[in-house]
């Protein structure tokens, strides 16, 4: 049998996690073990995050080595070219996609509002004197402090009529819809889609500063499995369920009594095994979509060992109810 080979953990993931950097490698790992197997992320069980903003303080894994590459060598390209974006190829399904936008109206004039305010914020920053004040400007300060941190619970978008907004403005809207319909049309006609734009100074001044600090070594080549297990596939943080799940608020032995219960370790390596894809239609699914079907019905006899579970989607599953589809 071989010998079973140990996990390299690089510096920055032990920081990004709350870890000493000199913790043993056997430490970290024996201590996130722990971690995971206590709790399931929430969302696979709600179907929605019950964290909220708070989401976006949990910590972020460090880019690896070889994306960290690929993106100083675009932001370079950038610089030398004066151009940001790309030329992407389009297939089939986006080419249906754009002509059905074409037709949408509300959404045309959505993208163009957006468009409009993306440049506006790109326009304030760059008008500032320092190269720290446009990166600054552009990017954004740091949260505020979970307790100070409010969001409105409805989403807002901005309003697609013409009564809403100043004349003015909505002379740029239209205007601005009449251009997107063009790219559409020419991406239609040549089934690839230009996305290069000038590079305005508030960018050019971050992907410079990017650049004069980057260190490859900084980066780590692989991010051990168990850590890519704990993020969630929607924002990409670590889910803040594995730092803040306490025995007093935890429910997981009570749910060990259901007939139902999954342990998270078989959840895991379901999800891993299955690659977040539905078994039955083929659907990518993020975390708040991911559903567990016994293959053999627990009404049938069917147990809630690994072989007899696969993934599905909320609708095959639904559809599927207690039969048996094999």
């Known amino acids: ?17 709350g870890y000493d950097v000199n ?9 996130w073990k722990s971690r995971t197997r206590r709790v399931c992320k929430p969302c696979w069980e709600l179907k929605y995050c019950p964290y909220g903003p708070f989401v976006e303080q949990s910590p972020l894994l460090p ?43 509300d959404l045309l004039v959505a993208q163009a509002i957006n468009r409009l305010q993306r440049d506006a914020a790109l326009e304030t920053a ?26 409105s619970f409805e989403q807002e978008h901005p309003s697609t009529n013409e009564r809403d907004h100043t004349p003015e403005f909505w002379a740029k809207i239209k205007k601005e819809v009449s251009r997107i319909r063009s ?7 040549d089934r690839k889609y230009d996305y290069r734009q000038p590079l305005e100074p508030a960018r050019l001044a971050w992907f410079k500063k990017v650049i004069a600090e980057y260190d490859s070594a900084s980066h780590p080549e692989t991010i051990p499995e168990i850590f890519e297990d704990s993020r ?22 009570q749910r060990k009594f259901g007939r139902h219960s999954i342990p998270f370790a078989t959840r895991i390596r379901i999800v891993r095994r299955d690659n977040y894809t539905c078994q039955h239609c083929g659907k990518h699914l993020r ?35 207690d039969k048996y589809v094999p």
């Not at 993106?71 to 004066?82: M, P, V």
């Open 232 to 253: 969630c596939n929607i924002f990409g943080h670590i889910c803040p369920v594995f730092f803040v799940a306490e025995a007093i608020t935890e429910t997981n032995e």
């Open 126 to 151: 760059s008008q500032l004197d320092s190269d720290e004040a446009k990166i600054a400007n552009w990017l954004g300060g740091p949260l505020p402090s979970i307790q100070e941190y409010r969001v």
């Open 183 to 189: 790219e559409y049309r020419n991406a239609i006609k």
């Open 1 to 17: 049998m071989a010998a079973r080979k140990s996990v390299v953990i690089h510096p920055t993931i032990k920081e990004a996690l």
């Open 63 to 105: 880019v690896v080595r070889s994306d960290s590459e690929e993106q100083i060598r675009y932001f370079k390209e950038c610089i030398e070219t004066g151009l940001v974006g790309s030329i992407s190829e389009l297939d089939d399904d986006d080419v249906a996609e754009y002509k059905a936008w074409l037709n949408d109206e």
């Open 287 to 321: 975390d708040d979509e991911v559903e567990f079907d016994h293959i053999i019905p627990v009404s049938k006899g069917g147990s809630s060992e690994e072989h007899n579970i696969r993934l599905t989607c909320f609708d095959c599953n639904r559809d599927k109810s």
């Open 23 to 31: 913790d043993s490698d056997g430490n970290v790992i024996k201590d």
